[in-house]
């Protein structure tokens, strides 16, 4: 369902202050009144990304890496928002080996590998070869 949603804080030519409108396909909500709650409820839950799937909400969550949280596992942190989600580097398991041009401006420029594992619950949604 396409839905775009508008309110005003203060009344403007008949359209009340403080009423959610919307407007789904070619109908808008009536000026004398406000959205169904429903409608408002999917659009709550669209803007905080409770109907996205687990994928798209990591890539959301990456975007503030300061609320990731070291775990009292080593190696691990957790979103803080929601705990379920969990990011661990460890050593790459298949001895990678190999330098990349980045690494020689850096003051320690012997390659370090590690497998950035990405999970939802104990569930692993993506796994990248990475530097932490």
């Known amino acids: 369902m396409k839905t775009k949603c508008y309110y ?3 009344q403007y030519q008949g359209v009340f202050a403080n009423n959610i409108y919307v407007r789904i ?3 808008n909500t009536p000026k004398n009144s406000s ?3 429903n409608i ?3 659009l709550w839950k669209k803007r905080f990304g409770i109907n996205a799937t687990a994928l798209e909400r990591i890539i959301l969550y990456l975007q503030s890496p ?3 949280i070291d775990s009292p596992e080593e190696s691990r942190k957790y979103y803080k928002f929601a705990p379920e989600f969990i990011i661990e580097n460890v050593s790459a398991s298949d001895d990678r080996d190999g330098y990349e041009f980045y690494l020689f401006g850096q003051y ?3 390659p ?3 497998d950035i594992n990405i999970y939802y619950h104990q569930t692993l949604l993506d796994s990248l070869g990475g530097r932490p």
């Open 25 to 27: 396909i070619d109908t």
């Open 66 to 68: 300061e609320d990731w």
């Open 35 to 37: 959205a169904d709650i």
């Open 40 to 42: 408002v409820e999917t």
């Open 8 to 10: 005003l804080t203060e």
């Open 108 to 110: 320690d420029n012997r």
């Open 112 to 114: 370090h590998w590690y």
